[in-house]
C-alpha cells in the first residue's frame, strides 16, 4: 500500500468537473483508490462517493492505492491534485 498527503489548491475544491477528472484518472489504474478527508473515507473511483466528501479548497487529503500500480497511481492523482485539476488555482 502506497499513500501520501496533498492540500487541494484548486479554488472549488473536489467538486464537480475536478472530482470527475479525478475520478477518470482514477479509473485507469488497476490498484484499489481511496481517498480520506476529515476521517471520512472515500472509494476514489466513485463520483458519488468523492463528492460526498465535500472537500473544499485548502483541504488535506490523504489518498491511498493498493495494488500492483500503487507508486504510479498515488504519483499521479497527487500531480493533479498539486496542479489543480484542470481548474484555477
Known amino acids: 500500500m502506497r499513500e501520501a498527503q496533498v492540500t487541494v489548491k484548486n479554488k472549488v475544491g473536489l467538486h464537480a468537473r475536478p ?26 473511483k466513485s463520483i458519488l462517493q468523492v463528492l460526498s466528501l465535500g472537500v473544499k479548497c485548502g483541504s488535506l487529503i490523504v489518498i491511498r492505492a493498493d495494488g500492483e500500480d500503487e507508486d504510479e497511481a498515488v504519483e499521479k492523482l497527487v500531480y493533479m491534485i498539486e496542479a489543480g485539476l484542470g481548474e484555477e488555482v
Open 19 to 44: 472530482a470527475a477528472t479525478f475520478v477518470q484518472e482514477a479509473t485507469k489504474f488497476k490498484s484499489k483508490i481511496n481517498i480520506e478527508c476529515g476521517g471520512r473515507k472515500a472509494d476514489g
